[in-house]
């Protein structure tokens, strides 16, 4: 895992959803993205507003602009794609967290499409089913559309590597651990401890792993991301509780008034 050239507080002001990223004038048109749905059997095209347009309204069947977003259809869920070539593509949020991304990736220009839940969506977006449903498309779309070079999950600002992205995704869907990394980001403090970053999105809190369990970066890592798959399916914490690991360490989680739920030793 590497740092970014962000802050974690902007990872509140990056817009939900997940982004493909793609070299300039390399961002898919609307017929590249119908042919990787043919490889992806759950999903389909639900709107195509070209085509709905070219029904309506005669005088637009000329129109050069080829469309630029897409609805998007799977397990009774729909999804826009926007930023679809050849319309403006959509600002990538920036990189406050990147998972086996190179450091270069972002210093040149980079084009982005999204995938968003679809309006009747949008206040639920951020429960299991809809998450579950948009990350299994998005490795569907990051695997089969050509030129992928990272993916971005809006509500931490993390860039991440896409076969990173499809090992961990798929992982889940299959009824694995959930992809802390990557849909969460962690920090370290400046007092040493590692913080969470991301998480709240999912449940209100973000977790702080104390110093002095902290000092080993990737077994504290490991740890935060053990925790975060049990906060994510619980929901919450609201009472002070007890959690044990596979090596036998023991840690106290109380949650804080201030949003998050610190860990210590015991």
């Given amino acids: 895992m590497q740092r970014g050239s962000g802050t974690p507080a902007e990872a509140h002001r990056c817009p939900d959803g997940l982004y ?3 070299e300039p004038g390399q961002r898919p048109d609307r017929s590249t993205l119908i042919d990787a749905l043919a490889a992806m059997p759950q999903a389909s095209v639900s709107h195509d507003p070209l085509l709905h347009d070219e029904l309506t309204d005669p005088e637009r069947r000329e129109s050069k602009r080829g469309g630029d977003w897409l609805e998007l259809l799977q397990w009774g ?3 826009d794609c926007l930023g679809l ?3 403006p593509g959509v600002a990538a949020p920036p990189f406050v967290h990147r998972f086996n991304v190179p450091a270069s990736l972002g210093d040149s220009a980079i084009e982005a499409i999204a995938l968003v839940p679809g309006p ?3 206040d639920a977006a951020n429960s299991l089913p809809i998450v579950r449903c948009m990350l299994d498309m998005g490795a569907g779309l990051a695997e089969h559309l050509p030129g992928v070079k990272a993916v971005s999950w809006g509500p931490s600002c993390s860039a991440i590597e896409p076969d990173f992205f499809l090992r961990t995704v798929n992982a889940w869907i299959g009824g694995g651990p959930f992809p802390a990394l990557g849909l969460v980001g ?3 403090g400046g007092d040493g401890a590692l913080v969470s970053d991301g998480l709240a999105w999912f449940i209100g809190q973000e977790i ?3 110093p002095e369990l902290a000092q080993d970066r990737i077994g504290a890592t490991r740890m935060a991301a053990r925790l975060v798959h049990e906060l994510v399916g619980a929901g919450p914490l609201q009472d002070r509780s007890e959690a044990r690991f596979e090596d036998g360490a023991m840690v106290m989680l109380e949650p804080r008034g201030d949003g998050t739920v610190r860990v210590t030793p015991m």
Avoid: C, K, R
Wanted: no cysteine; charged share 0%.
């Fill in 20 to 22: 493909l990223l793609f």
């Fill in 77 to 79: 869920m729909t999804f």
């Fill in 85 to 87: 070539s050849p319309g």
């Fill in 120 to 122: 009747h969506l949008a």
């Fill in 186 to 188: 962690f920090a370290v």
């Fill in 208 to 210: 702080l792993i104390a």
